[in-house]
């Protein structure tokens, strides 16, 4: 053919980095089928949806099949009273927001890869290591990006640069607790990236999928700062806080009068969802508004601390062994530096042949990623804790 393909493309890895470690994944597999691999690499929960989530979708399913009470397409931004019931979670935290400014989506990592599509041609600031589709999707787009290191010393919770603080704008995507290093912005930290991005006429893009392990003062949203409804969107997702990585539902906040020059964002992103997107189906938000009902709440919660036990147990052999690491606390991973100077995907071929235990490559996370490695607190207790004997014993 003679049409032209997006040749930006050719600017990502031609591999996503879970789809290369499922292909190793499976080949050792196939050459060792008598060993038993614990797999913690891929952030995926393992616990069955909460007992109030299931019964509002089966429910809602049952409404489906009559005729009195069948819906067809959803609203694209969400029904009214998911909606709603995302504005009273904010306020449990202090947070006021409108319903005019959610919009129900089939999860985070769609919203965070599609926002790209309603900006112009602006420098992107990624803190470094990072969510894979945070830079891939704007390398896609033919964007430029500018990444800021996160290491050891400075907690992989990067600032904004000094030298940049007044000068050309920037969109700036934040995540906190971190994927992968499980690190969590303070609010004074936080408030330096809102002044920054006032200062300068900058967007935060703030991926807040992992706040409801967050405990004590650290901040649940962005919006618990000053000044963020005017430079900030936030996006977060039920599939980490009730379980939904199967059943996929998220929503983003674009805050009503947010501006990009003479341009609405609100306004722009409702036309683009309205354009290429259906919207979530009506059993799925039935089961969302059911997980932030307070019955919903608390057994959601009690599956995020069976977790972070699990993250618990994990950071006691790696405390006992000397190994440095960050996350694990208000985080469900756990980001060690690979002992003995080892790579990433050298310790990621250390632990498969010699424990069987799969993790992440931090190199798969960008260039600072590279001599650390993630460990996910999402598997069963029986694997953490057998894990936890095999690393103890290697280590």
Request: glycine share 10%.
């Amino acid at each position: 053919m003679n049409i032209k393909a997006n040749t930006n493309f050719g600017n990502i890895k031609e591999s996503y980095l879970f789809s290369e470690i499922g292909k190793r994944l499976r080949a050792y597999q196939a050459e060792n089928p008598d060993k038993r691999l614990i797999r913690m690499g891929i952030g995926d929960v393992t616990l069955p949806l909460p007992s109030v989530v299931v019964e509002a979708m089966g429910k809602a399913v049952l409404e489906m099949g009559n005729k009195e009470t069948f819906r067809g397409y959803p609203p694209e931004s969400g029904y009214a009273f998911l909606k709603d019931a995302i504005v009273e979670h904010y306020k449990s935290f202090g947070v006021d927001i409108s319903p005019a400014s959610v919009f129900v989506s089939d999860g985070a990592k769609s919203d965070l890869g599609n926002f790209v599509d309603i900006l112009g041609d602006n420098e992107i600031m990624i803190p470094d290591p990072v969510y894979p589709v945070y830079v891939d999707s704007n390398l896609m787009s033919g964007r430029d990006i500018f990444l800021l290191s996160g290491s050891i010393s400075n907690g992989f919770l990067p600032l904004p640069p000094e030298d940049l603080t007044g000068g050309e704008p920037n969109v700036i995507y934040l995540c906190s607790p971190n994927n992968p290093t499980g690190a969590v912005y303070d609010r004074h930290a936080l408030k330096l990236w809102v002044d920054h991005a006032r200062l300068t006429g900058s967007l935060i893009i703030f991926d807040a999928a992992y706040e409801a392990f967050v405990t004590g003062d650290l901040p649940h949203s962005i919006y618990e700062i000053e000044g963020a409804k005017e430079c900030a969107v936030e996006i977060n997702s039920f599939s980490k806080f009730a379980g939904f990585t199967g059943v996929r539902c998220g929503w983003t906040v674009v805050p009503e009068g947010l501006m990009a020059g003479d341009m609405d964002l609100n306004k722009l992103w409702n036309r683009r969802q309205s354009t290429k997107f259906n919207g979530v189906s009506y059993p799925v938000q039935r089961a969302a508004e059911a997980a932030l009902s307070p019955e919903g709440m608390k057994q959601c919660v009690q599956n995020i601390e069976y977790y972070k036990e699990n993250a618990r147990i994990l950071a006691k052999v790696l405390d006992e062994k000397g190994v440095k690491y960050t996350g694990g606390t208000n985080s469900p991973y756990i980001w060690l530096q690979c002992p003995n100077g080892m790579g990433s995907w050298e310790f990621f071929d250390y632990l498969l042949n010699n424990v069987q235990i799969a993790g992440t490559p931090g190199e798969g996370f960008g260039r600072s990623g590279e001599g650390y490695f993630r460990l996910t607190a999402f598997g069963s207790r029986e694997d953490t804790l057998e894990a936890a004997k095999r690393l103890s014993e290697l280590l």
